[in-house]
């Protein structure tokens, strides 16, 4: 990720995985989100494990909705409104760069 190279150029830090990166982000995952979240959330975490930082992209949020649910109604079903949806999608993504490094 873009943000491992800042902070290895800036702080001389190691990078992390994107596997690494998302095991660190579902401990936080689980302290803010219900159950129903957090499933969508980590199928979100294994897709940007496997293709990369893309997925997390906005305008991938549609898309992974569908391929999940099979239809953005059954996502609304499952996860609320599709504000309530966008904000867990973004919102999470924090996780995924806050500093665990001492």
């Not at 494990?49 to 906005?58: K, R, S, Y």
């Not at 953005?72 to 504000?83: K, N, V």
């Amino acid at each position: 990720d873009l943000f491992d190279v800042l902070d290895h150029v800036a702080f001389a830090l190691a990078p992390l995985t994107r596997e690494e990166r998302a095991t660190r982000a579902k401990l936080e995952i689980k302290a803010h989100f219900d159950s129903k979240q957090q499933a969508f959330l980590d199928f979100v975490l294994a897709q940007y494990v496997t293709v990369g930082v893309h997925e997390l992209d906005q305008q991938k949020l549609s898309p992974l909705l569908k391929l999940k649910y099979n239809a953005i109604s059954d996502a609304m079903a499952d996860l609320g409104q599709p504000e309530q949806i966008r904000t867990v999608f973004v919102g999470f993504q924090k996780f995924l760069y806050q500093q665990f490094r001492a």
